[in-house]
């Protein structure tokens, strides 16, 4: 089984709403489930950034991983989100080259495929809005 | 007063040409033309009936106004499940922030399942089992290659928020017809449905549908020329104008709501497209009769009122319009690849 059961359900707060953890005390934000923030130690609060931003960056990929050979070519997006935070994700409804600072909104997408019979995993990627 | 407080629509950007489809086989190019579908949508590779009822959903929840958490039923209807056992519903309701304390359900009813949860949603709203519920149509339908369903199975989602609050459409009277038809189906483990070719028309669509209009219209007192907009489901656009013909409608009142001759049938996602663009040109006053329909066999027949609140919402998601006007074509060869029905065997 290439995608496991545990891997989508810890991850399904950041891929299907984008909810980091962010810490009150020196503001980082962590997608991952830290419960007390790593720099300073303090309680984290779960917060939802917005579903809209501009590209910064982007790369295209061919040869793409096993999982992914439905989905090739790929593009991955460095995006800057209304709220300044900054996150890599997957770019879809590619339909001309990405243009650095266009404006691009969040849509629930397949983002790898496990085979015939395993498990599918959504996450949020970008599109030109 | 219970009904539709919000409204939504999704359709991918892709379209495929069903004369290109004829052509490829050998067929009469003139085929999917008398069907009045010369193109239809399909979804991107990363798409399926989840992601596409994400994006409908997001749309009527904006328009209703109301706080996804407080959603007590999340209801799909669908074809196209992306998987045989494991709800859709629930992956709508974590991704949309209603789950946990939530109902949710997956139906089959061929292509009215979606419409069979609208009824249980006006009726637990309006008894108050429920505050507010999530209605969604959502397929990424399935045609053989080489069968005539593919000049018109198409992909497309469409959502409706009822409630008892913040209403836009209320509800006057529904009623809902049903029996033993064996028009259309798919066996378990299959991957494309069958049909009963000209029996899909007179004893399945056309009795079922005329049956439950005509009543729902005479226990109402109403005649067809008192109703604004006349939704019916559009399994082609020549089924829809064939029964307003006989039911006394006009083009007047068809035609808007008529989007399979844009997109062709996205199955669950058929007339309820065609309500959620009636309802994004509607007026305060407006009667709606919406009739989706499900092979198997069953029809329903809505009647709604519009109300004020219908032209502070409009603007606040995207027009079905704008979905239907945002398209790229892609070759046969491309939508055989993108809807998985060729694979790639070296991986």
């Known amino acids: 089984m290439e995608i496991s059961p545990a891997h989508i359900w810890r991850n399904k707060h950041y891929r299907y709403r984008f909810e980091v953890n962010v810490c009150p005390k020196c503001g980082r934000a962590f997608r991952e489930n830290v419960e007390r923030c790593p720099k300073c130690g303090e309680r984290t609060t779960r917060v939802r950034l917005p579903l809209n931003g501009k590209l910064l960056s982007w790369t295209k990929i061919v040869q793409v991983p096993d999982g ?53 995993e959504y996450a949020l990627c970008f599109r030109p809005s | 007063m219970v009904g539709i407080a919000g409204w939504g629509a999704y359709v991918p950007p892709y379209r495929v040409s069903t004369e290109e489809i004829a052509i490829h086989w050998g067929a009469d190019p003139l085929t999917p033309l008398s069907l009045g579908v010369p ?98 149509g959502s397929d990424t339908a399935q045609g053989a290659p080489g069968d005539v369903l593919e000049y018109t199975a198409a992909s497309g989602a469409a959502a409706f928020v009822v409630s008892n609050e913040n209403v836009v459409a209320e509800l006057i009277d529904a009623y809902t017809y049903v029996t033993d038809t064996p028009d259309f189906w798919r066996r378990d483990g299959s991957q ?14 056309f009795h079922h549908l005329e049956s439950a209009i005509t009543k729902l219209l005479e226990r109402n007192g109403l005649k ?92 606040l998601a995207p027009s079905t319009q704008s979905y239907i006007d945002r398209k790229v074509r892609v070759d046969y060869a491309t939508y055989l690849r993108y809807r998985n029905k060729i694979k790639k065997l070296v991986r």
């Not at chain 2, 209703?64 to 709508?92: N, R, W």
């Open chain 2, 192 to 205: 494309f449905p069958m049909h009963g070719e000209g029996f899909t028309g007179e004893p399945a669509y």
């Open chain 2, 39 to 136: 193109e239809k949508s399909l979804g991107g590779p990363d798409e399926d009936s989840v992601t596409m009822a994400w994006e409908a959903s997001m749309n009527a929840l904006k328009r209703a106004q109301i706080e996804p958490k407080d959603i007590g039923m999340v209801f799909i209807g669908s074809e196209s499940k992306p998987y045989a056992v494991k709800p859709s519903a629930s992956i709508i309701a974590d991704a949309l922030g209603i789950a946990p304390e939530t109902m949710a359900v997956d139906a089959e009813f061929a292509c009215r399942a979606a419409s069979e949860g609208l009824r249980h949603a006006l009726s637990m709203v309006s008894k108050g089992t429920i505050r507010h519920a999530l209605i969604i």
């Open chain 1, 68 to 120: 992914y050979e439905d989905f090739a070519p790929m593009y991955v997006g460095l995006v800057e989100l209304e709220d300044g935070n900054r996150v890599i994700a997957k770019l879809v409804d590619v339909l001309e080259e990405p243009k650095e600072g266009q404006e691009v909104e969040a849509v629930l997408r397949r983002i790898r495929v496990d085979g015939q019979s395993g498990l599918i």
């Open chain 2, 224 to 315: 067809p020329k008192d109703i604004t907009y006349f939704v019916p489901h559009q399994p082609n656009a020549r089924f829809p104008a064939k029964l307003a013909k006989k039911l006394g409608f006009t083009k007047e009142q068809y035609l808007l709501g008529l989007t399979t001759a844009d997109i062709g049938n996205t199955y669950n996602a058929s007339a309820f497209i065609g309500m959620t663009k009636v309802l994004d040109n509607a007026s305060p006053g407006d009667l709606i009769l919406m009739a989706p329909f499900g092979s198997g066999a069953g029809a329903d027949a809505y009647l709604f009122e519009v109300k004020e609140r219908i032209e502070d919402v409009k603007n």
